[in-house]
């Protein structure tokens, strides 16, 4: 079945650095548009970036754009988003899903991300 398991979050001050990874398992990677999203405390889920199968296209939601990347290694079957200046409202946790962002999608358990002084 599918797995996801998200890595690399952590405890992060206003305008540090972070990279998350996302391990895959139980479907082809390598056919599978990716995607990420996190849920602020208390909020509903926001989409953040999705990647094309083969890396050819990103796109990212405004307000992470010029600051969080999107990237996957189809050999290790492993998608990352990495993420430079952070402020205290990139606070949440970070889920990675299976295909494009959608609830109805498979996704993992998530990282927490807190950034915080």
């Known amino acids: 079945q599918v797995q996801l398991v998200e890595s690399g979050g952590g405890l992060v001050r206003p305008g540090g650095s972070l990279k998350l990874s996302c391990a895959a398992s139980?479907?082809?990677?390598?056919?599978?548009?990716m995607s990420w999203a996190r849920q602020p405390p208390g909020k509903i889920f926001e989409w953040l970036s999705d990647?094309?199968?083969?890396?050819?296209?990103?796109t990212y939601a405004a307000f992470v754009k010029g600051r969080f990347t999107i990237s996957r290694d189809n050999a290790k079957s492993t998608l990352y988003l990495e993420m430079n200046d952070l402020k205290p409202e990139d606070t949440g946790r970070y889920y990675c899903f299976k295909g494009r962002f959608s609830l109805r999608n498979e996704r993992g358990q998530g990282t927490q991300v807190t950034v915080s002084s």
């Open positions: 990647i094309e199968k083969d890396s050819s296209d990103t």
């Open positions: 139980g479907f082809d990677f390598s056919r599978s548009t």
